[in-house]
């Protein structure tokens, strides 16, 4: 039968050790080195070293205190494990200093050093002995010259001392593993005194170590020590909740497990306590963290293995390894409940456990951030414009719903709700004459940056919509990828177009055609590039989002539904109204009539792919998540102009990121069209917003942009924020990847000009109507923008 460790013999596992009940860290070095400085080679001498190479061990001579000390702290003998000393003749060799310099020598805390002393030492009295003892000898053996005596000797020594200290060498190793271990662990004596704490204990507590060490528990945390003590004295485990009392910061909760441990004797001479605080759980999941909270505080638990000691921490799968706790979260540890954050957060415990106490503050932060909703969007107040009209803008773009009362301005009169637009239901019949050369030749251009948007919507009598989709539906194929004939899109569009509001004056379907033209382009730039990123389905649907993507806008925002209780608001709940609806719509007119329904063709796969592609898009024209998905599609393509080779989207989320990038620079592309197209849309954009202003007051609602009133509004400032703030950065990162530096051009241009206006006071709608006249009269006499730069 295989004997236990703790059962064989000591000579056959020489490096076994006593009866720890952990498996061991086995001592270095197997072999015993011993040091034996004589002065004489006497048969004392002689015994000594072969009772040495009787006990296989590793023996070096020195004749002088001088040579022992430098022998001792060669670095290369690799250290000795016992040093022996001739202490029968102080005048040739000084035992007492040779003892005191090895003391002092660098790693010499456990070795054993032994003096030789003469037989009449012992006789007399025992003040040499002590003496010897004092300044660090471990033994004092009576001289023999008998190899049996000595062998003897040397044989109690490297059991009752050598090993020992071997064992207790190897201690600096598992203090090494505790100090950097990422649980808090604190060891207390049986009064819950603190005499060890790790470097984990700094951040959970939030105190240094020397703050810690020498403390009671009961001024470290709230907690019943009593509880914890009636547990542990009856050799359970104490697994429960203490507060911290956190130096200068709120307290929080932190789980503790308290193990005892018995050093000398029956009963728990110390505690290890084991703590964690939520933040560097390992699992940050609320859900497992409440479920935590939910399990029996202070519950005695089985005493076990090291795996169970573990269970404070919140790892699913420690939490989950024992009794109660395996059964109320089996079912959670087994769903795939980790998110990306998770693991960022995770990682960044992690770190949190090597780093220093500052440091370790600066990362809760971080994590505190991290945890938050809305990673990407920014709060107004990060945003720091001097000018009001830019403040005003940039706010009502990026806030979602119903606008503060408290920030708002209202009007005294009493009134209710505005009812939404009323679509225009007249056909679509065009001019013969108009539509004729000159709209085949504009349609030419139709894939040109200074595509004349506003003089298709003259020549088609502000229906462009149905025109230019019909030419941009053939130039991409559209037709051949739904396997859909002409006719149905021409009816779809003209019912699209049917349903966008002819009297606002900007959110109409000139605004639509635009947007869809831009778009158009944008496509054709990413097919000329070698790079695959867009199939005939991408390009199918962006062109079809685009059409829609404000179908049904009732030119007022959707604060300003919110804001007047509309039945669209109380629809969507006030979160993404606008867009909400004109994704809606466009399904809900389509799927109406089988004579428009465009996807009627399509498999289900394929129309559940087309139907997700459009409203995602759609979606993304939501100004309030503006940052959001810009700061995504920057942190994954980068904004380096300089870079030629552009990042190709190489999977399905960075695909979705170029899709609402790409639609988003068209919805806003007006600041970088030629300075006539821009200025146009400056002047109906800031109509609309007017407008908006004039009902609220009207009607005594909270007004949305305060400075977008007609009277006193400069709509030049108003486009040097809307550039610096929203689109600079934008079309920076747009053109780092398709490569349209013509964008840039003209958005640097626009935005001197606006700053030149806003120089020479052209602020009104009447002073920008001036100027168009005279910027018209200018494209007249043939000055191209170009000539300009
Ligand atoms: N030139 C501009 N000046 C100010 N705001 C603009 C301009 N162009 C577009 N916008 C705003 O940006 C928004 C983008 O989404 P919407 O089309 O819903 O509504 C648009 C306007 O509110």
Same mark, same amino acid.
């Given at each position: 039968?295989?004997?236990?460790?703790?059962?064989?013999?000591?000579?056959?596992?020489?490096?076994?050790?006593?009866?720890?009940?952990?498996?061991?860290?086995?001592?270095?070095?197997?072999?015993?080195?011993?040091?034996?400085?004589?002065?004489?080679?006497?048969?004392?001498?002689?015994?000594?070293?072969?009772?040495?190479?009787?006990?296989?061990?590793?023996?070096?001579?020195?004749?002088?205190?001088?040579?022992?000390?430098?022998?001792?702290?060669?670095?290369?003998?690799?250290?000795?494990?016992?040093?022996?000393?001739?202490?029968?003749?102080?005048?040739?060799?000084?035992?007492?200093?040779?003892?005191?310099?090895?003391?002092?020598?660098?790693?010499?805390?456990? $070795?054993?050093?032994?003096?030789?002393?003469?037989?009449?030492?012992?006789?007399?009295?025992?003040?040499?002995?002590?003496?010897?003892?004092?300044?660090?000898?471990?033994?004092?053996?009576?001289?023999?010259?008998?190899?049996?005596?000595?062998?003897?000797?040397?044989?109690?020594?490297?059991?009752?001392?050598?090993?020992?200290?071997?064992?207790?060498?190897?201690?600096?190793?598992?203090?090494?593993?505790?100090?950097?271990?990422?649980?808090?662990?604190?060891?207390?004596?049986?009064?819950?005194?603190?005499?060890?704490?790790?470097?984990? =204990?700094?951040?959970?507590?939030?105190?240094?170590?020397?703050?810690?060490?020498?403390?009671?528990?009961?001024?470290?945390?709230?907690?019943?020590?009593?509880?914890?003590?009636?547990?542990?004295?009856?050799?359970?485990?104490?697994?429960?909740?203490?507060? /911290?009392? %956190?130096?200068?910061?709120?307290?929080?909760?932190?789980?503790?497990?308290?193990?005892?441990?018995?050093?000398?004797?029956?009963?728990?001479?110390?505690?290890?306590?084991?703590?964690?605080?939520? =933040?560097?759980?390992?699992?940050?999941?609320?859900?497992?963290?409440?479920?935590?909270?939910?399990?029996?505080?202070?519950?005695?638990?089985?005493?076990?293995?090291?795996?169970?000691?573990?269970?404070?921490?919140?790892?699913?799968?420690?939490?989950?390894?024992?009794?109660?706790?395996?059964?109320?979260?089996?079912?959670?540890?087994?769903?795939?409940?980790?998110?990306?954050?998770?693991?960022?957060?995770?990682?960044?415990?992690?770190?949190?456990?090597?780093?220093?106490?500052?440091?370790?503050?600066?990362?809760?932060?971080?994590?505190?951030?991290?945890?938050?909703?809305?990673?990407?969007?920014?709060?107004?107040?990060?945003?720091?414009?001097?000018?009001?009209?830019?403040?005003? !803008?940039?706010?009502?773009?990026?806030?979602?719903?119903?606008?503060?009362?408290?920030?708002?301005?209202?009007?005294?009169?009493?009134?209710?709700?505005?009812?939404?637009?009323?679509?225009?239901?007249?056909?679509?019949?065009?001019?013969?004459?108009?539509?004729?050369?000159?709209?085949?030749?504009?349609?030419?251009?139709?894939?040109?940056?200074?595509?004349?948007?506003?003089?298709?919507?003259?020549?088609?009598?502000?229906?462009?919509?149905?025109?230019?989709?019909?030419?941009?539906?053939?130039?991409?194929?559209?037709?051949?990828?739904?396997?859909?004939?002409?006719?149905?899109?021409?009816?779809?569009?003209?019912?699209?177009?049917?349903?966008?509001?002819?009297?606002?004056?900007?959110?109409?379907?000139?605004?639509?055609?635009?947007?869809?033209?831009?778009?158009?382009?944008?496509?054709?730039? !990413?097919?000329?590039?070698?790079?695959?990123?867009?199939?005939?389905?991408?390009?199918?649907?962006?062109?079809?989002?685009?059409?829609?993507?404000?179908?049904?806008?009732?030119?007022?925002?959707?604060?300003?539904?919110?804001?007047?209780?509309?039945?669209?608001?109380? !629809?969507?709940?006030?979160?993404?109204?606008?867009?909400?609806?004109?994704?809606?719509?466009?399904?809900?007119?389509?799927?109406?009539?089988?004579?428009?329904?465009?996807?009627?063709?399509?498999?289900?796969?394929?129309?559940?792919?087309?139907?997700?592609?459009?409203?995602?898009?759609?979606?993304?024209?939501?100004? /309030?998540?503006?940052?959001?998905?810009?700061?995504?599609?920057?942190?994954?393509?980068? $904004?380096?102009?300089?870079?030629?080779?552009?990042?190709?989207?190489?999977?399905?989320?960075?695909?979705?990121?170029? %899709? %609402?990038?790409?639609?988003?620079?068209?919805?806003?592309?007006?600041?970088?069209?030629?300075?006539?197209?821009?200025?146009?849309?400056?002047?109906?954009?800031?109509?609309?917003?007017?407008?908006?202003?004039?009902?609220?007051?009207?009607?005594?609602?909270?007004?949305?942009?305060?400075?977008?009133?007609?009277?006193?509004?400069?709509?030049?400032?108003?486009?040097?924020?809307?550039?610096?703030?929203?689109?600079?950065?934008?079309?920076?990162?747009?053109?780092?990847?398709?490569?349209?530096?013509?964008?840039?051009?003209?958005?640097?241009?626009?935005?001197?000009?606006?700053?030149?206006?806003?120089?020479?006071?052209?602020?009104?709608?009447?002073?920008?109507?001036?100027?168009?006249?005279?910027?018209?009269?200018? $494209?007249?006499?043939?000055?191209?923008?170009?000539?300009?730069?």
């Amino acid at each position: 039968m295989a004997l236990t460790p703790e059962e064989e013999p000591l000579d056959s596992c020489p490096r076994l050790v006593s009866d720890l009940k952990f498996p061991n860290l086995l001592p270095p070095n197997p072999v015993i080195k011993i040091l034996i400085a004589f002065c004489k080679n006497d048969p004392v001498f002689d015994a000594l070293v072969n009772a040495s190479h009787r006990l296989s061990l590793e023996p070096t001579f020195v004749k002088s205190a001088e040579s022992a000390i430098e022998a001792f702290q060669n670095p290369s003998s690799g250290g000795h494990h016992i040093i022996i000393v001739d202490a029968r003749y102080p005048r040739t060799m000084e035992a007492e200093a040779l003892g005191r310099s090895i003391r002092n020598s660098k790693g010499s805390q456990h $070795t054993t050093m032994v003096a030789v002393v003469k037989k009449s030492v012992f006789e007399k009295d025992d003040t040499a002995v002590i003496s010897l003892l004092d300044v660090g000898y471990n033994r004092c053996i009576i001289e023999s010259p008998h190899v049996s005596i000595c062998s003897s000797e040397l044989r109690q020594i490297q059991h009752s001392l050598v090993r020992p200290q071997n064992v207790i060498s190897t201690q600096q190793a598992l203090y090494t593993a505790l100090h950097r271990s990422r649980e808090a662990v604190i060891i207390t004596d049986d009064t819950l005194r603190a005499q060890y704490a790790n470097r984990a =204990s700094e951040r959970v507590l939030n105190m240094k170590l020397d703050e810690i060490v020498g403390r009671s528990l009961n001024d470290l945390v709230t907690a019943d020590i009593s509880n914890i003590l009636s547990h542990t004295s009856r050799y359970k485990d104490y697994d429960g909740y203490l507060t /911290t009392r %956190r130096k200068s910061q709120e307290s929080s909760q932190i789980h503790v497990r308290a193990v005892p441990v018995s050093c000398i004797g029956r009963n728990p001479t110390h505690l290890v306590l084991i703590l964690e605080s939520s =933040s560097s759980a390992l699992v940050s999941s609320n859900a497992i963290g409440e479920a935590l909270q939910t399990l029996p505080q202070g519950k005695e638990v089985p005493r076990g293995s090291l795996h169970s000691i573990r269970r404070g921490s919140f790892d699913v799968r420690s939490i989950a390894s024992d009794g109660l706790r395996r059964t109320s979260l089996a079912k959670l540890s087994s769903l795939p409940l980790e998110a990306p954050i998770t693991k960022v957060l995770s990682l960044l415990a992690q770190v949190q456990e090597n780093c220093s106490l500052e440091e370790a503050k600066l990362l809760d932060r971080v994590m505190e951030f991290l945890k938050r909703e809305g990673l990407y969007s920014p709060q107004m107040k990060e945003i720091r414009t001097e000018d009001p009209v830019a403040t005003d !803008l940039i706010g009502a773009l990026l806030t979602q719903g119903p606008t503060n009362i408290l920030s708002s301005r209202r009007s005294s009169n009493d009134s209710i709700i505005r009812g939404g637009g009323r679509p225009s239901t007249g056909s679509i019949v065009f001019n013969k004459t108009k539509e004729s050369s000159e709209l085949s030749d504009l349609l030419q251009t139709a894939l040109d940056w200074d595509f004349e948007i506003f003089k298709l919507e003259e020549l088609t009598e502000k229906r462009p919509l149905v025109c230019l989709g019909l030419e941009l539906f053939r130039r991409f194929d559209v037709y051949a990828t739904f396997n859909c004939d002409e006719m149905t899109f021409k009816l779809w569009l003209i019912e699209m177009e049917k349903h966008y509001h002819s009297e606002n004056t900007y959110h109409n379907s000139t605004h639509a055609a635009d947007v869809m033209q831009a778009t158009a382009v944008y496509l054709q730039q !990413l097919s000329n590039r070698e790079l695959k990123i867009m199939d005939r389905m991408d390009e199918a649907t962006a062109l079809i989002a685009a059409a829609t993507h404000d179908i049904d806008h009732p030119g007022r925002s959707s604060a300003f539904l919110c804001n007047s209780d509309s039945s669209l608001a109380l !629809l969507y709940n006030d979160i993404c109204v606008l867009e909400s609806h004109h994704a809606a719509t466009t399904f809900r007119l389509t799927l109406a009539d089988d004579k428009i329904n465009i996807f009627k063709n399509l498999d289900r796969d394929m129309y559940k792919l087309a139907r997700s592609i459009i409203v995602d898009m759609i979606l993304a024209t939501e100004m /309030t998540r503006h940052f959001e998905h810009l700061a995504k599609f920057v942190s994954v393509f980068g $904004t380096d102009v300089e870079s030629k080779e552009p990042l190709a989207p190489d999977n399905d989320d960075n695909q979705i990121l170029v %899709r %609402r990038m790409l639609i988003k620079c068209a919805d806003v592309s007006n600041p970088t069209r030629p300075l006539k197209f821009c200025v146009e849309w400056a002047r109906r954009i800031a109509e609309e917003y007017f407008m908006q202003t004039d009902e609220e007051k009207r009607k005594n609602l909270p007004i949305v942009m305060p400075m977008f009133d007609r009277t006193t509004c400069s709509i030049s400032k108003s486009q040097i924020g809307f550039i610096e703030y929203i689109i600079h950065d934008m079309m920076d990162a747009w053109n780092s990847f398709i490569e349209m530096p013509e964008i840039i051009r003209y958005m640097e241009f626009n935005y001197s000009q606006w700053k030149l206006f806003e120089e020479q006071g052209i602020n009104t709608l009447s002073d920008i109507k001036r100027k168009q006249m005279s910027l018209n009269e200018e $494209t007249a006499s043939s000055i191209s923008l170009e000539e300009k730069f």
